[in-house]
């Protein structure tokens, strides 16, 4: 495996724009960065990577973290905000150790170390994509996004401009699940934007990235086998809105094949 130094990684983010004061949303798929040089093992190696982003935004800055917990729905399971695995992987878990604010979706939590943890984490509304959700809320903050390995389209705000736009290949649905904080149950009904799992489509990855490249609101870096990309994530927003506003079925290699007894589609 390819190796990269701390050095590298922390004046790729510097060049790319992160600063001093930013909120941003950490994206990461970090293997394949590759394997970062004098580390020894992956505490380590999560341990590094988070303070160095923390030391260029300093202490008026905020990182969050999409701590989802998918298996609350599959196994059928409560969710409590202090104690409930994240399923996002292993670097959401280790965030997880850290002083957070972590949002009460039983399914869709986000998690902030920061100034700004509490505001975007806290009060939040039932729907894990919509109105005051994190996302929402991470937006009039200016927050950043920054995918470490993986492509930016698959930052979660591909899916909030989705919801906003009503593309029809996914629908809200209510989650009843038992929400536990500081040992109280919170009587409220959770709602996640889901796509239809009987349809069959995915997202034309490399034509969106090449278009968030030519319109200058994507800046990127590759190393090893992946990207350090950075954009503003009001901006994409708008982008994804602006794809879909001419086109709902934009962001998708082909059009799902609707069952008009179905789905809402004509």
């Known amino acids: ?52 982003i923390s030391k260029i935004i300093g202490p008026k800055g905020t990182i969050f973290v999409n701590t989802y917990t998918f298996d609350r729905s599959r196994l059928n399971k ?16 280790y965030f997880l150790k850290k002083r957070i604010v972590r949002s009460n979706h039983p399914l869709f939590s986000v998690s902030g170390l920061g100034k700004n943890a509490k505001t975007v984490c806290s009060n939040n509304s039932s729907h894990n994509f919509g109105y005051l959700s994190p996302y929402y809320k991470m937006m009039s ?12 389209i698959r930052n979660p705000f591909s899916h909030v401009a989705e919801y906003f736009m009503g593309v029809p290949y996914c629908y809200n649905k209510i989650f009843k699940k038992k929400v536990i904080k500081n040992n109280k149950v919170i009587n409220k ?54 794809i879909l506003s001419k086109d709902i079925h934009g962001l998708l290699k082909k059009k799902p094949n609707y069952n008009l007894n179905r789905y809402p589609y004509v």
Do not use: Q
């Open 1 to 52: 495996m390819k190796s990269y130094s701390i050095t590298k990684f922390k004046k790729t983010l510097i060049n790319l724009g992160l600063k001093s004061n930013d909120n941003v949303l950490l994206v990461p798929e970090l293997f394949r960065l590759g394997k970062l040089e004098d580390v020894n093992n992956v505490e380590e190696y999560y341990s590094t990577i988070l303070n160095t």
């Open 78 to 93: 409560d969710f409590v905000n202090e104690t409930s695995v994240s399923t996002a992987g292993a670097f959401s878990n």
């Open 141 to 152: 903050l200016n927050t950043k996004i920054l995918c470490l390995g993986i492509e930016m």
């Open 189 to 242: 009904k959770f709602v996640s934007f889901v796509k239809y799992l009987n349809l069959k489509f995915d997202w034309d990855v490399k034509k969106l990235e090449k278009l968030l490249i030519k319109k200058k609101i994507l800046k990127y870096k590759k190393i090893n086998s992946g990207n350090i990309s950075i954009c503003h994530s009001a901006k994409y927003f708008d982008f994804i809105c602006g």
